[in-house]
């Protein structure tokens, strides 16, 4: 059972425009939320990431909101630029009282493709 | 800097050989080590993490193993490739937090692994 999801495996957006990728969860006990960024063949890095007491934080044109009743995230990319075409990870970090567990569980990721 | 090397990018092995996988990370001390899969249309699956040497937990049942013989080196292998072991296999590190990890992975380039 996915804990993680990203139901949209893919999007375009036209340069310029904004885009929006979502993701939900289902377990109330994350406490950090995670955005990656992969290219192909290559691993990914780490993009922006949320505290579970948060809900919203930004980084240049990049912002993520957290909606913890609805258990929803959404990554906002403002303006999009075709350097951003890449696969976007979720990820969430299971909530652990000073144990050595809380590893990543990350969603399927989402294709982005922004268009010039 | 810290820095995560992962070898080989490319790997094409018969099913039944045995397969190494090595990763090596640099610039930090007692880190948490990962191996992740990410297979066709799945997203990153986590299937082993190392919070010291010769610690090793799985994740996923499976025909892989892994080791942890020094502190930054992380190994993964197999007596038997499967043709489902085929994937892009992903090795990662994090800082070891007070009693839980960080919330940022950081990847290594990653392995083409396809098993014929």
């Known amino acids: 059972d996915q804990q993680v999801k990203q139901n949209s495996p893919s999007l375009s957006v036209q340069e310029g425009r904004i885009s929006i990728l979502n993701c939900d969860y289902t377990?109330?006990?994350?406490?950090?939320f995670l955005w990656y960024k992969k290219y192909p063949a290559e691993g990914p890095t780490f993009l922006i990431s949320i505290s579970s007491i948060k809900d919203k934080n930004e980084d240049g044109r990049f912002t993520v909101f957290l909606n913890k009743s609805a258990k929803h995230l959404s990554l906002h990319i403002v303006p999009s630029q075709p350097g951003d075409s890449a696969v976007y990870f979720c990820a969430a970090r299971p909530f652990n009282y000073g144990g050595s567990q809380g590893n990543l569980i990350f969603g399927k990721g989402t294709k982005l493709s922004v268009k010039p | 800097s810290q820095t995560i090397h992962q070898w080989p990018a490319t790997l094409v092995q018969p099913v039944g050989s045995p397969l190494s996988l090595e990763c090596t990370v640099e610039?930090?001390?007692?880190?948490?080590l990962y191996w992740y899969r990410q297979a066709a249309g799945r997203g990153l699956q986590l299937l082993f993490y190392?919070?010291?040497?010769?610690?090793i937990s799985s994740e996923v049942p499976q025909n892989l193993s892994a080791s942890r013989p020094q502190d930054r080196q992380f190994i993964l292998s197999s007596k038997k490739l499967l043709l489902s072991d085929s994937g892009f296999y992903l090795c990662a590190w994090s800082l070891p937090g007070q009693g839980y990890i960080s919330t940022e992975a950081f990847f290594g380039q990653g392995t083409r692994l396809t098993v014929v």
């Open positions: 377990n109330s006990m994350f406490d950090y």
């Open positions: 610039g930090t001390s007692n880190p948490n």
């Open positions: 190392s919070v010291g040497i010769g610690q």
